[in-house]
Structures are given as structure tokens and as C-alpha cells.
């Protein structure tokens, strides 16, 4: 049978036994087995209370303050090019640096790694590149893709001579002008030397190979060099002809 709750009372919770155990004397519900429980519960709610109290206060200022005293940076640079234009530094650093400028486009800095021919020697170079990117006519339309390898020489002939040479290598200067190119268009391309001063010897237009990026592509490691088509191929020759047999080598490739 089930116990009987007296009248006047009502029946609990324990939390000790889990069940709804009835605690005669206990008209407010008291569980002895949930003192410990309550205890915990109420420390809980002080310390929650307490906890919102503190952050709340005011606990004032702890050490000392010092007004932020860095200067602007704007304002430094424009003070620090103020003095500089009134002291005439600026006007120097300009100059120089036109002079600079002026000097590198004349006579740039010389190919590196770059030898003398003293051995006439030869081989085919193949242009061929992978591309990074579809290839479009002047239309849109698409007429080699991304990832494909392509030969440039087969939708472009390529009809003139190049001529790699050392401007201030006189020997290799008086080599150029023995060449007689075999096709209508050639450049002359220095990897070395004065760019006005070999147009005014050469009377020609003469180019610099800036950063060696043409010998670098073509493996040209020694001038003079010469790189023409291979006629009915898709392949570039590249000679390299010592300056002193220039003529000779010269004339018979010319014929």
C-alpha cells in the first residue's frame, strides 16, 4: 500500500533518496538529506551575487599616466623634406638621382655570366611554350588553350637576324660591321657597352638585352652570337662565332 500523506502537508522531493519520501514534523518540506545540497546552493548564490559586486566597482586608478607624446608620422616626413628642401639637400638627391637614371639608359648595367667566343659552335633552340592562359585573335575566338605547348613559329614567321655583341669589345665591334645579314630586318643587341655611342659607330639602331632576359631565354652564354630561323622549321639556329674568323664565317653563312 501506498503511505499516506497527513493532511496539512504535502510531500517532497529527497534529494538524498531520489524517491518522495515523506518527513513527518516537516510542514516547510525539510530534507535532512539535502542539507548539504541547500548549503552548496546558497554559497552558489552568494558568491553570484557577490561576483556582480565587484564587477561593478569602482576599484579608481592604479599607477601612473603619461599623455601620448609620439610625434605625427605625416608630420615628421613633411618636416624632415621641408629642411631638406631648404638646406638644398633635396635638389642634390634629385640630381643625382637624374644623373643616375640618365646613366643606366645609356649604358646599362652589363650582362652577367656572359663569356667570349673563341670557338665558332651552334644549335637549335625550340621556342616552344606551355601557356598559362587561353589565346585569343582579334575577333575572341580561341585558337590555343591553357596548358597546351605551342611554337610561336607556327603562326609567325620570324624573318630577321639577331646579333648579340660587346660594345666594348672592339674586336666584336669591327665583327658587326663586316656582318651583311641575310634577311631585311636585324637588331643589334648589346650585352655590354654605350648604347649611343655603338649607334653612332655602327650608324644603326642598337638595342640592350636589359637583365639578360633575352640570353637567359635563347642560352646564350658568349658573344658574339647570332640567332636566325632555320628555314622550313619551327626551330631557331644560335651560332656562336669568334670575332677574329668573323668574316669568313660571316660571308659563307651570308652566301
Not at 16 to 31: I, L, S
Not at 33 to 45: D, K
Request: aromatic fraction near 8%; proline fraction near 7%; charged fraction near 20%.
Amino acid at each position: 500500500m501506498a503511505a499516506e500523506t497527513p493532511r496539512g502537508h504535502s510531500g517532497v522531493a529527497c534529494c538524498g533518496t531520489g524517491g518522495t519520501g515523506y518527513h513527518p514534523g516537516n510542514p516547510a518540506g525539510y530534507c535532512p538529506a539535502n542539507e548539504g545540497g541547500a548549503m552548496r546552493c546558497r554559497g552558489l548564490i552568494a558568491l553570484l551575487i557577490w561576483g556582480q559586486s565587484v564587477a561593478a566597482a569602482d576599484l579608481g586608478t592604479w599607477g601612473d599616466l603619461w599623455p601620448v607624446k609620439e610625434p605625427d608620422m605625416l608630420t615628421v616626413i613633411m618636416q624632415r623634406l621641408t629642411a631638406l628642401e631648404l638646406s638644398g639637400e633635396m635638389g642634390r638627391k634629385m640630381d643625382a638621382f637624374k644623373e643616375r637614371v640618365i646613366r643606366n639608359s645609356l649604358r646599362p648595367p652589363a650582362v652577367p655570366g656572359i663569356g667570349r667566343t673563341e670557338k665558332y659552335g651552334s644549335r637549335l633552340f625550340d621556342p616552344s611554350v606551355r601557356l598559362a592562359a587561353d589565346i585569343r585573335d582579334n575577333e575572341g575566338r580561341v585558337f590555343a588553350r591553357q596548358g597546351e605547348v605551342m611554337n610561336p613559329l607556327q603562326y609567325v614567321p620570324f624573318n630577321q637576324t639577331l646579333y648579340f655583341i660587346n660594345g666594348d669589345d672592339p674586336a666584336q665591334v669591327a665583327w658587326m660591321k663586316r656582318q651583311t645579314p641575310p634577311t631585311l630586318e636585324s637588331k643589334i643587341i648589346l650585352v655590354q657597352g654605350s648604347i649611343p655611342e655603338m649607334q653612332k659607330s655602327l650608324d644603326s639602331r642598337v638595342y640592350f638585352d636589359q637583365n639578360g632576359v633575352l640570353c637567359q631565354r635563347l642560352g646564350i652564354d658568349q658573344v658574339p652570337a647570332r640567332v636566325s630561323a632555320v628555314p622550313g622549321d619551327r626551330f631557331l639556329k644560335v651560332e656562336f662565332i669568334p670575332a677574329e674568323e668573323g668574316r669568313k664565317r660571316g660571308a659563307a653563312s651570308s652566301s
